[in-house]
């Protein structure tokens, strides 16, 4: 089992950037995909972005192509969520989530089992 704990989230203005971190405990952190979700007030949680054990494969979310990039250490257990051009719909609990199955080769938007507790988010206008 993977722990996983987020960091790097606050406030920021429409525009801006920031870069979140998802550190990871368990030896076996560089065997599995991970991906990085989100939830706003009063809405579901949804899929942003994810990447393969190796870093090699990335999907995105619609919403966020070509502003976030994920990426990860697998020498530090860290994955990384680059977030640039924010605007005001980014606003939320942002949650890193490793897969459930191990060596898998490309990215997806399924099967994450282990979630961290989130951090918030908050893009102001």
Known sequence: QVQLVESGGGLVQAGG?????CAASG???????????????????????ALSWSGGSTY????????????RDNANNTVYLQMNSLNPEDTAVYYCA??????LRVATRQGFGSWGQGTQVTVSS
């Open 17 to 21: 950037s920031l870069r979140l971190s």
């Open 27 to 49: 030896r076996t952190f560089s065997s599995y995909a991970m991906g990085w979700f989100r939830q706003a007030p009063g809405k579901e949680r949804e899929f942003v972005a």
């Open 60 to 71: 995105y979310a619609d919403s966020v192509k070509g502003r976030f990039t994920i990426s």
């Open 98 to 103: 490793a897969h459930n199955l191990t060596f």
